[in-house]
């Protein structure tokens, strides 16, 4: 079974109309690296545009009509460059505004591609448990999410996880404060694995580059986040259904 982009996006449209209880009205900000970010040039390119949608890069929401989703995502920070460059306070100047709207404010976090390269893991849990007491200390849902997949395979087909102590820190992390887990790296490895590397790196950013995405990158593992929350925050959150992506994503079927 083969899904053309077409059937994605008019079935997600189909959709838009899907109510939720106005009473508890939510709000998405976005916190992390490249693999999270915005971006359109190289070295850049995460799956934010597949949740958030964007006229620039021709991705479809995953969320709501009118349902605020805030990209804060930085291409090449750490999880300490991010607060000391100073993106860290302009992600916590969002969550406090949709806060101060009452709106409950989900932050999802993720990191690990940058500081796997200068620290170990323990460095990078430390500093995930400081930003989820500091989103919480001002009203916010952190969401920690595992580090996306490199597509960079074996020769067996397996993909070469040198993240790995990255997102169990991740993992552990969320244990310790208790917070909602996304675990994008093993859905990841799962899906490229499942789809292959031919059709993994059909969703590179440049050819060569198997960790950034390109739009159709975005839209299947946007759509794969926004199925994460879904599962973690069963019928509480403004996500619009995909059914055929998500069939596709959850079968190991390639959709581009």
């Given at each position: 079974m083969h899904f053309l982009k077409s059937s994605l996006v008019s079935s997600a449209l189909i959709f838009c109309h899907f109510a939720y209880g106005a009473s508890h009205p939510v709000s998405f900000v976005l916190i992390g690296d490249s693999t999270t970010a915005n971006g359109t040039t190289p070295n850049s390119g995460g799956w934010g545009n597949g949740?958030?949608?964007?006229?620039?890069?021709?991705n479809i929401a995953s969320v709501t009509a009118n349902t605020p989703c805030i990209n804060t995502a930085h291409d090449g920070a750490t999880t300490g460059s991010f607060v000391a460059d100073g993106f860290w306070n302009i992600s916590l100047a969002a969550i406090s505004g949709?806060?101060?709207?009452?709106?409950r404010t989900l932050?999802?976090?993720?990191?690990?591609?940058?500081?796997?390269?200068?620290?170990?893991?323990?460095?990078?849990?430390?500093?995930?448990?400081?930003?989820?007491?500091?989103?919480?200390?001002?009203?916010?849902?952190?969401?920690?999410v595992t580090s996306l997949t490199r597509r960079t395979f074996n020769a067996d087909g397996t993909v070469q996880d040198a993240l790995a102590p990255w997102a169990n820190e991740t993992i552990l992390i969320s244990q310790q404060q208790g917070s909602h887990l996304l675990d994008l790296h093993a859905a990841s490895i799962k899906y490229v694995e499942a789809i292959g590397p031919d059709a993994a790196h059909r969703l590179n950013r440049l050819p060569d580059d198997n960790t950034h995405l390109n739009s159709n990158g975005t839209t299947v593992f946007g759509r794969m986040v926004a199925d994460l929350l879904k599962e973690s925050f069963p019928n509480e959150l403004p996500i619009i259904p995909n059914p055929p992506l998500s069939f596709n994503i959850s079968h190991g079927i390639a959709s581009f």
């Open positions: 949740l958030c949608g964007s006229m620039i890069t021709n949709e806060v101060k709207r009452g709106r932050v999802t976090i993720q990191f690990g591609h940058n500081d796997m390269k200068i620290a170990p893991p323990e460095s990078m849990g430390a500093n995930l448990t400081s930003m989820v007491e500091q989103i919480r200390a001002i009203g916010g849902e952190p969401v920690l």
